[in-house]
Structure formats: structure tokens, C-alpha cells
């Protein structure tokens, strides 16, 4: 079982930057893919980014291609999403999530098997 630990959420201004971090511990992180969701107060959770065990493959919601971009450092046994031209309706809780089919690119959260306890992310206008 793989624990995950999200840090670097806060407080930031519209059109600046956040970095996301997700450590993992209990197992090496290369053998998972790996997800970012995020969930604003009454709603849904959704999905933001994703990335293949190798970082071969990423995929983005279209609310969010071209401001973020997810990476892995598997030697860090650590996962970032990196938050550029942050917007107010980018505001939520985020979580990392892995799940372990390793070149699978899964868009839902119901297909992965471990979570953070998610970061909050708050941005003012």
C-alpha cells in the first residue's frame, strides 16, 4: 500500500503560480500512474492532470491545459503539479492519487486506488 502526502497549497493572487508536491511512502512511486483531482465546495470531485508510471504520457482537463503541468520524480519518490495564471475557479481542495496500471492514462477518479488527504488551494480576485 502506498501512502501519499500533498503539501504546497495556500493563498495566491489571481494570474500567479503554485507548486504542488504528492511524497509518497510505503512503496516506489514509479510503479503507480499518477493523478491530480481537485474539489470546490459543492461539487464534484474532478479531475485535473494525470501521468504515466515513466512520465511517457500526460493528459489535462481542458480547464487547466496550458496553465499546468504535471511531473514526477521518481528517484523523489514525489509527483508536482505546477499552477501557473492561477484563476479564482481554480480555488479547491486537490488531491494526489495513484493507481497502478502503469501505462494506463485514467481520467477517473473511481479507477484509483489511493489518495492524499488533498491540499487547499485559494485564489483571490
Known amino acids: 500500500q502506498v501512502q501519499l502526502v500533498e503539501s504546497g497549497g495556500g493563498l495566491v493572487q489571481a494570474g500567479g503560480s503554485l507548486r504542488l508536491s504528492c511524497a509518497a511512502s510505503?512503496?516506489?512511486?514509479?510503479?503507480?500512474?499518477m493523478g491530480w483531482f481537485r474539489q470546490a465546495p459543492g461539487k464534484e470531485r474532478e479531475f485535473v492532470a494525470t501521468i504515466t508510471g515513466s512520465a511517457e504520457i500526460t493528459r489535462y482537463a481542458d480547464s487547466v491545459k496550458g496553465r499546468f503541468t504535471i511531473s514526477r520524480d521518481n528517484a523523489k519518490n514525489t509527483v508536482y503539479l505546477q499552477m501557473n495564471s492561477l484563476k479564482p475557479e481554480d480555488t479547491a481542495v486537490y488531491y494526489c492519487?495513484?493507481?497502478?496500471?502503469?501505462?494506463?492514462?485514467?481520467?477517473?477518479?473511481?479507477?484509483?486506488?489511493?489518495w492524499g488527504q488533498g491540499t487547499q488551494v485559494t485564489v483571490s480576485s
Open positions: 510505503g512503496r516506489t512511486l514509479s510503479n503507480y500512474g
Open positions: 492519487a495513484a493507481h497502478p496500471y502503469l501505462m494506463s492514462i485514467l481520467l477517473s477518479r473511481t479507477s484509483y486506488n489511493y
